[in-house]
């Protein structure tokens, strides 16, 4: 909100400079986001927090301004004036309808209203709040608005039948054409002020044209009422129509100054000669509001506070906002009026006595009485350790968007949760899978010409569930482009590919401790079907990985390049884990070492061979290490040469040759049995 | 033979002198001393001599053989200190050359910060616990004290995904998750995602991340709240850091205030904080009278954005490498 301090100061006496009452202002809870200078005044912009509507007026920044600087206040009009129905009851009648949405309408009428400019003062003040001056009396409706806080509309009397005015929900079908020249169509819930037979205007939001103020209107009818908030705030939004008035209605209105603010408004059109009022008032307010009692006890307050102020300081605090305040009983006894509808309770009157005696001056202490042990969450001790590994692996971490447009790279088989108010496909539904937004961030670095492209990400998934319920999964991924070890200028090595890959995934598989993983092929359309695994623990599936489908990457733009991803499950990975940490003393015996040469067909996976080996080689064989695949002149064609290292030790004893033989031979023997050979 | 055998000596002093290389050395140790050297061919001479000269003759050569040993050693030692110095020389590299480069993987800069955030908190006590990312609307707004279409809200526009499910628009949605389960006293915190339907610009984004801490107690305070603030800002930001309360409005904290620590010459806003709001403690059971507490929000990425003078929240999810690389760990 606009507060030109010149306009301000009508109403307080204001001595420090525009920097010194907009730091004052903030620190009490009005915070000051700017001071503009429009033609050489100081404008404050004000936020104005969601519970404080009645700061959304010069009146009410005022009250605050008084509080702070011990001034008095000076009301243009702290209470109303009029009660009586007087001459207005003759031309004007009210009635209303739905008395949960519309608690009090009040209205007063203004004979022989000349349609003129208003005076350069109001217009300069308008123009400085941010409003266009229009005529005098839509004018003179704005500027008490603006001052006390609550929104008036002016009708044109001769286009109401009867002055006759009803306060009624929209019936089904009907429509109105609002002061903006739009046609819209009603809901039922939507409060309308009609004439006897139909909407001339949407409650608290904006009026209609047929009964606009125009150069001929010859009499006028002011409302001024009091609406609930939520549904001006639900029919503003629905019609997405948000106007001064709205968004006033909606952060609660005084609805004990109603009338005044009619007065007030008719005062002003008669000093600016715009009309000339009739005596009396409409007023329908069939439950009046009445003023809420609320006590603060002292110790409570300290206690609340950290602070150690007596009764009589917490008065003064209170009464600086020009609240009611009394010490009975040792107990402070608070009349909230009625344009504080936010103090409600002991804590809110706490935090009144908190900023008006100022939260510098509250101690920092640090709590006592029980002690806690902190600790991290669960997940982030699944999720750290993954982090920690993918970073050994030399990948950099990057944080990737939950919300994305629907996508080929997405995981097929788990249905993706859409976002029913997206305000585009790009944020329309969410992730399952952190491929898609890995590869993402791949091409947005390739189009950087960034070559090396090692990245990671851990973090949650989503899926719709077959009975309709969600699900949000911790995930680790990666994305991988480049050469497989980083190109200097006196080396070149070949371009990263599956088992690079694989290296990553046997650090994030040592890291969790799942001692034996299978890799089992792929069907997934969007990996490479020949170059892309199933990693298998325990028989269950913990995650995937391979080089992506040249389709799916031809899709992003991808060409001449190969890119490798894979996806794990998080608790699955953990659910696996076999290792334990025990001490082993180091071999005290010598190893015995032979190398084989296998022979076998391609058909063959290595897996099979290695697990053959090591079946046969039972408890001497310590480890089995592939140092060369061959293939080419010299074997036949279809099979392929594997250069094995075995190492064999006894924790016992040294072996000896003889021992050792035997072992191989035993081991050629499986070789046999699944269709390899020695390499002669 | 004396004359011989010192003219023998001359010579090869002269020739052990003037080889220049080990190589050279080897050659005229060889020719003196080896199986077939001119010292070794004398010694071998011997018993062609008078018996009587043959002791003396005898003891002469030996003493000849080891002294020219010595110098032959003596020598070598010489030569390939020379060598290896030469050696070392030619292998000079240009030290100036760039090196070879490493894979070295990094943390993002937000996890750098999260991890941060969670050693200052869990020094304090507190104890992180997880909460989802797809929230319910009861605990994002309604147990937080949020009356139904409040303006409130009007800052937290949230992506819903059921007329009851929506993205967590802030990580103060574990309260109601925490105190519906558990009775106090507590000190709970909490990291992570959260999202808001708003426009993204350089410093508002749909998607970031916040820490929220929360602590029920006996006579807990706006003190305790300072406090503990203050301790957690020195943690992350210096010694030095003074921290400022001013009065804010939250539906979940009465009194509600804005945090602001002063930082290098200036006060920057970090967050929200305020005592829990009586509603929410005695919606879980929780009497207000026996217990109070704090609760206070900030978000992740503010920190680094302090700390490196980064002026786009953007660049956060962006992940562009150069910016990875400056700012990861």
Known sequence: MRVPIEWLKEYVDITVSPEELAHRLTMAGLEVEAIEHDEGEAVLNVKVTPNRGDCLSMVGVAREVAAIYHQPLRHPMPAARTGEPGEAAQVAKVEILDEDLCPRYAARVVRNIRIAPSPDWMQRRLLAAGMRPINNVVDVTNYVMLEMGQPLHAFDLDLLPNGHIVVRRAKPGERIVTLDGVERDLQPDMLMICDTTHPVAIAGVMGGSETEVTPNTRNVLLESAHFNPTSIRRTSQRLQLSTEASYRFERVVDPGGVVAALDRACDLLAQVGAGEPLSGVVDVYPHPVSERTVTLRPERCNLLLGLNLDAQTMVDCLR?????????????????????????????????????????????????????????????????????????AGLVEVHTHTLRAPGPLDDPNRTPVRVRNAASEELSTLRNSLIPSLMDVVVHNLARRQTEIFLFEVGAVFAQLPDGEYEERLKAGFAITGSAFPPGWDARYPAADFFTAKGVVQVLLETVGVAEAEYAPLADPRFHPGRSARVLAGGREVGIFGELHPDVLEQLDITRRAVLAGEFDVETLWSLATRRVRYVPLPRYPAVLRDLAVLASEGVPYQTIEQTVKGAGGALLESVRLFDVYRGERIPEGTRSLALSLTFRSPERTLTDEEVDEVVAHIVRALEEIGARLRA | MEERIRTLVEEATQAILSANSTAELEAVETRYLGRKGQVTELLR?????????????????????????????????????????????????????????????????????????????????????????????????????????????????????????????????????????????????????????????????????????????????????????????????????????????????????????????????????????????????????????????????????????????????????????????
């Open chain 1, 320 to 392: 600086r906002l020009q609240l009611v305040a009394e010490l009975r009983d040792g107990v402070v006894h608070v009349t909230v009026p009625t344009f504080r509808p936010d103090l409600n309770i002991e804590e809110d009157l706490a935090e009144e006595v908190g900023r008006v005696y100022g939260y510098e001056n509250i101690p920092e202490r640090l709590p006592f009485g029980h002690t806690h042990r902190g600790s991290d969450s669960p997940n982030t001790r699944l999720v750290r350790p993954l982090q920690e590994a993918f970073v050994r």
């Open chain 2, 45 to 329: 001479a011997l018993p062609t001599l008078p018996p009587e000269e043959r002791p003396r003759f005898g003891q002469l050569l030996n003493t000849t053989k080891t002294q020219l040993q010595t110098q032959i050693d003596q020598r070598r030692a010489e030569l390939q200190r020379r060598e290896r110095e030469e050696r070392l020389r030619a292998e000079r590299v240009d030290i100036t050359l760039p090196p070879r480069p490493l894979r070295v993987g990094l943390k993002h800069p937000l996890t750098q910060t999260m991890e941060r955030v969670r050693a200052a908190l869990i020094g304090l006590g507190f104890e992180f616990v997880d909460s989802p990312e797809l929230d319910d609307y009861r605990y994002n707004f309604a147990a937080l004290n949020y009356p139904d279409d409040h303006p409130a809200m009007d800052e937290q526009m949230s992506f819903y995904i059921s007329n009851t499910r929506l993205l967590r628009t802030q990580t103060t949605s574990v309260q109601g998750r925490i105190m519906e389960k558990r009775k106090p006293p507590f000190r709970i915190a909490v990291i992570g995602r959260c999202f808001r339907n708003e426009t993204v610009d350089a410093t508002h984004h749909h998607t970031f991340h916040q820490v929220d801490a929360f602590m029920v107690d006996r006579g807990v305070s706006m003190a305790d709240l300072k406090g503990t603030l203050a301790a957690f800002a020195r943690q992350m930001f210096g010694e030095d850091v003074q921290v400022r309360f001013r009065p804010d409005f939250f539906p979940f904290v009465e009194p509600g205030v804005d945090y602001a620590i002063y930082w290098q010459g200036g006060w920057l806003e970090l967050g929200g904080a305020g005592l829990i709001h009586p509603n929410i403690l005695r919606a879980h059971g929780i009497d207000p009278e026996q217990w109070s507490g704090f609760a206070f929000g900030l978000g992740i990425e503010r920190i680094p954005m302090i700390q490196y003078q980064i002026d786009d929240l953007r660049l956060f999810l962006e992940n562009d490498l150069r910016f990875l690389q400056k700012y990861g760990a």
